[in-house]
């Protein structure tokens, strides 16, 4: 299983538009993703409503993870998209 540890970046954390364009490039990247708070079971990265009832918050350490072997660029992708302030952009 190939992971990655980020902390959210945006004011608001992953909540409504943040969440909205995270989920939206996890279920664009083409592998299977999975957000959690570390040590916790993860969710489906590229649902809004399973990302969002996690209320994960503003400096939030959060692992991504799949378990395809190819999502290595997918996560780095994810990971660059979360160490953003996805609030403060259009």
Same mark, same amino acid.
């Given at each position: 299983?190939?992971?990655?540890?980020?902390?959210i970046?945006?004011?608001?954390? &992953?909540? !409504?538009?943040?969440?909205?364009?995270?989920?939206?490039? !996890?279920?664009?990247?083409?592998?299977?993703?999975?957000?959690?708070?570390?040590?916790?079971?993860?969710?489906?990265?590229?649902?809004? &409503?399973m990302?969002?009832?996690?209320?994960?918050?503003?400096?939030?350490?959060?692992?991504?993870?799949?378990?395809? !072997?190819?999502?290595?660029?997918?996560?780095?992708?994810?990971?660059?998209?979360?160490?953003?302030?996805?609030? !403060?952009q259009?």
């Amino acid at each position: 299983m190939l992971e990655r540890r980020v902390i959210i970046a945006s004011a608001s954390g &992953l909540h !409504a538009r943040p969440a909205s364009r995270f989920t939206q490039a !996890a279920a664009d990247c083409g592998h299977p993703v999975t957000v959690a708070r570390p040590g916790q079971p993860g969710v489906d990265a590229s649902s809004v &409503l399973m990302v969002m009832s996690q209320g994960l918050g503003h400096g939030e350490e959060v692992v991504l993870a799949s378990d395809d !072997a190819a999502a290595g660029p997918a996560l780095d992708a994810l990971v660059a998209l979360l160490e953003q302030d996805l609030d !403060a952009q259009e």
